[in-house]
């Protein structure tokens, strides 16, 4: 596909579970971010990727939320313990040089 | 210093009219200043973007005007349409070492009457 994609598109889950929200970036480009977006707001950045490392995870929220990459393609964010106030749609980017390209985002409610 | 200010948050306009977004930063650093588009249930897209080195960019209905000395540069919408109704982002990139940076505004969200 042209485009980024992320998986699941929705997921809805109970307070105190793990999920585990995908992003499939456009191939070729080096660097992917995570954002978190609730409802009527802004663009909240969470964690960058260069390749496989991740030089500025200064956005995640809490040690519950974390994020790895492979094979400088898919990455994985992690929510562990989900709690209400976790509910919000999660958007990956990928970016080769200053232009990020979104996904559609994953729509994660927690009941 | 790494603020990106956005104004207003909401906007409404006719159909026909200009709409204006605006934004302000205060680092030189910034090298690269994009506007991004979303719409309800979607990811922002990239709009249209300028460099520091030039003071306007049009693309069809949309350009953007940078004042480089004032640190500000603004979206215009011109005969603004119901399919502009969106949410606006503007942002400010620089590179950070072997990183690059991008830095968000709030969004301007955008009501266009029909």
């Known amino acids: 596909g042209a485009g980024v994609s992320q998986s699941p598109s929705n997921k809805v889950t109970e307070k105190g579970k793990d999920v585990e929200l995908r992003c499939d970036p456009i191939?070729?480009?080096?660097?992917l971010y995570w954002y978190r977006q609730r409802l009527g707001q802004g663009l909240e950045f969470l964690i960058y990727?260069?390749?496989?490392?991740?030089?500025?995870k200064s956005g995640l929220p809490s040690d519950r939320f974390s994020a790895e990459r492979t094979g400088e393609s898919v990455s994985t964010l992690t929510i562990q313990r989900t709690q209400q106030e976790d509910s919000a749609v999660y958007l990956c980017?990928?970016?080769?040089?200053?232009?990020?390209?979104f996904g559609p985002g994953t729509r994660l409610l927690v009941l | 210093q790494q603020q990106v200010k956005q104004s207003p948050q909401s906007l409404i306009v006719q159909k026909g009219g200009i709409s204006i977004i605006n934004c302000a930063y205060e680092?030189?650093?910034?090298?690269?200043f994009p506007w991004y588009q979303q719409f309800p249930g979607k990811g922002p897209a990239l709009l249209i973007a300028?460099?520091?080195d030039v003071s306007e960019k049009k693309e069809g209905r949309f350009t953007i005007s940078f004042n480089k000395s004032a640190k500000q540069f603004s979206l215009h919408i011109m005969d603004s349409q119901p399919g502009d109704s969106a949410t606006y982002f503007c942002?400010?990139?620089?590179?950070?070492?072997?990183?690059?940076?991008?830095?968000w505004g709030l969004g301007t969200s955008l009501a266009v009457n029909p």
């Open positions: 990727f260069q390749g496989n490392s991740a030089p500025d």
């Open positions: 300028i460099r520091p």
């Open positions: 942002a400010a990139s620089y590179r950070a070492g072997n990183n690059r940076k991008l830095i």
């Open positions: 980017a990928s970016s080769n040089q200053e232009t990020q390209y």
């Open positions: 191939s070729g480009h080096t660097a």
């Open positions: 680092n030189t650093a910034f090298d690269y």
